[in-house]
């Protein structure tokens, strides 16, 4: 599948709900839901414990995600990069949230996801 053939709505109808879920696994720390569709190099980064520690550490000085808007779609022939302007619950300002969507025997996955 080359991303690069997809419209920017088609990539968001599929990165939406899988971001959606990332952000409610999150706020939960469950971390089987959270790296569910990830790919195996970054659930192999992702370990229980270290999903812990960052979801931790921002929901003690940002709060939890609340509204996310998307900003862009980046397509490349193997991958599309998202971002969205993201906010907390406690902490002021306009953030960013990214993912890196990947195509893998038949399952979109993701490559990378972060906020900052």
Not at 13 to 19: G, L
Not at 33 to 46: G, K, S, Y
Not at 85 to 95: N, V
Request: aromatic share 10%; proline share 3%; with cysteine.
């Amino acid at each position: 599948m080359n991303f690069e053939n997809m419209t920017e709505k088609d990539i968001l109808d599929i990165a939406n709900p899988i971001m959606d879920n990332l952000m409610d696994a999150s706020t939960h720390i469950d971390h089987a839901r959270h790296v569910q569709d990830f790919t195996e190099r970054l659930r192999n980064i992702v370990t229980p414990d270290y999903l812990e520690y960052v979801c931790r550490q921002y929901q003690s000085e940002k709060g939890c995600f609340s509204n996310r808007t998307p900003i862009a779609v980046f397509k490349r022939p193997d991958s599309a990069a998202i971002i969205w302007k993201q906010s907390f619950t406690k902490a002021h300002g306009e953030f960013v949230a990214e993912m890196v969507l990947v195509r893998t025997n038949g399952r979109y996955l993701v490559d990378h996801a972060m906020v900052f």
